[in-house]
């Protein structure tokens, strides 16, 4: 371990030049040892991130069960790499980060304090714990850490900020705490809840708030390893995830999918300003917009990674909206998405965040299978 976690302060990077906020999540690493498989991927995960990402998004983010048996060992070999991200990062305590009953290897590896909260841009993150008692099993948020997290949210709403949380597990899972936490999302208007834990890839949306959780990247089953990559642009959200070495990548980050949208999110008026963003190894040279059979060029906003376009608001109705690109090297990406237009279908929302899933989405990488240990995998 190159340094301790007290001689890391985090700080992570302001919005792109665009305004958008955007961040990488390495799921699950569950390390082990040097030389095993997720020790090679994660290491081909940063130095990825590093080549596409780094002036771009604003911090990466590991929701915990970072260390398998939350061995110092295990994470030194974990800060082996992280070292080497030019990224600002931060982590939060799963399950398995406390297997000796104990965060003193966390908290001297990771990060000195078990929660803690950060600004970027117009946007509050609360990196909350999921075991406030330090037993793998426990899933207790304590009383403190509730009155804590309710301030902050009581604070980030009067200053007008959009709200995310970042937790290893849904609110639901928690065996102590997870009906006050689910009380917080919903009465302050939290945004995102973006999570580890489940091992596969999933969204929930329960029309209020949004439930993002990334794959494993050491205990995996439904499909290659890879990274999400999550984006705030005003009011929308995007999340996409990236198979490692499958560059480049493009992600439409307003207007929102038609499946991501929630309450807060606003309405295309009489001009529809479509905004996408492009990772690669090397820049972007053009962007095509494709919406109702007509083809509009895009312009590069300022000295960032984002592309935008003024389009007609088309009829009311669903349409799909593509967003394609060409860099430097000839290679191209593209994203599409649903665009919802007018009137919204009423959203069936159930009690328990988790069954809000989305169906399949596998140009994002939802592939609905639920390979994991909390559903239908194995039992790691």
């Keep these: 371990m190159n340094a301790r976690a007290s001689k890391r302060p985090f700080q992570p990077n302001s919005p792109d030049a665009a305004g958008v906020v955007s961040w990488v999540h390495f799921g699950d690493l569950h390390m082990t040892r040097a030389g095993e498989r997720n020790h090679l991927d994660l290491a081909e995960i940063v130095t990825e991130v590093n080549r596409a990402f780094a002036d771009s998004v604003s911090f990466v983010f590991l929701p915990g069960d970072v260390a398998d048996d939350g061995s110092r060992a295990a994470y030194a070999v974990v800060r082996g790499e992280l070292d080497r991200l030019h990224i600002p990062w931060c982590a939060i305590i799963?399950?398995?980060?406390?297997?000796?009953?104990?965060?003193?290897?966390?908290?001297?590896?990771?990060?000195?304090?078990?929660?803690?909260?950060?600004?970027?841009?117009?946007?509050?993150?609360?990196?909350?714990?999921?075991?406030?008692?330090?037993?793998?099993?426990?899933?207790?948020?304590?009383?403190?850490?509730?009155?804590?997290?309710?301030?902050?949210?009581?604070?980030?709403?009067?200053?007008?900020?959009?709200?995310?949380?970042?937790?290893?597990?849904?609110?639901?899972?928690?065996?102590?705490?997870?009906?006050?936490?689910?009380?917080?999302?919903?009465?302050?208007?939290?945004?995102?809840?973006?999570?580890?834990?489940?091992?596969?890839?999933?969204?929930?949306?329960?029309?209020?708030?949004?439930?993002?959780?990334?794959?494993?990247?050491?205990?995996?089953?439904?499909?290659?390893?890879?990274?999400?990559?999550?984006?705030?642009?005003?009011?929308?959200?995007?999340?996409?995830?990236?198979?490692?070495?499958d560059l480049p990548v493009a992600i439409i980050t307003s207007p929102s999918d038609e499946r991501l949208l929630t309450q807060s999110t606003e309405r295309p008026q009489d001009a529809l300003k479509v905004r996408a963003k492009f990772w690669g190894e090397v820049e972007a040279l053009e962007a095509t917009a494709h919406l109702d059979g007509q083809t509009h060029p895009m312009k590069r906003v300022g000295d960032s990674h984002v592309w935008e376009a003024d389009l007609p608001t088309p009829s009311d109705g669903t349409h799909p909206l593509q967003v394609s690109f060409k860099d430097a090297q000839g290679r191209g990406a593209s994203d599409e998405i649903r665009l919802a237009i007018g009137q919204r279908a009423e959203r069936r929302s159930e009690q328990r965040d988790q069954d809000n899933t989305l169906e399949a989405w596998p140009e994002h990488g939802l592939l609905g299978t639920q390979l994991g240990p909390n559903k239908n995998g194995k039992k790691w």
């Design 94 to 245: 799963g399950d398995h980060d406390v297997h000796e009953r104990s965060f003193a290897n966390f908290k001297e590896a990771m990060s000195e304090e078990t929660h803690y909260a950060f600004t970027v841009g117009d946007t509050r993150f609360l990196a909350m714990n999921a075991f406030d008692v330090p037993d793998p099993p426990s899933f207790t948020v304590s009383e403190e850490q509730l009155t804590w997290a309710e301030n902050e949210l009581i604070q980030a709403t009067k200053n007008g900020q959009t709200k995310v949380i970042l937790l290893h597990c849904y609110p639901s899972d928690l065996k102590v705490g997870g009906e006050e936490v689910s009380r917080l999302v919903r009465d302050y208007d939290v945004r995102l809840v973006d999570m580890g834990h489940t091992h596969y890839n999933e969204i929930a949306n329960d029309g209020r708030t949004l439930y993002s959780a990334t794959r494993s990247t050491g205990q995996i089953e439904e499909g290659p390893v890879g990274y999400s990559v999550t984006s705030i642009d005003g009011n929308g959200v995007s999340w996409r995830f990236v198979e490692l070495g």
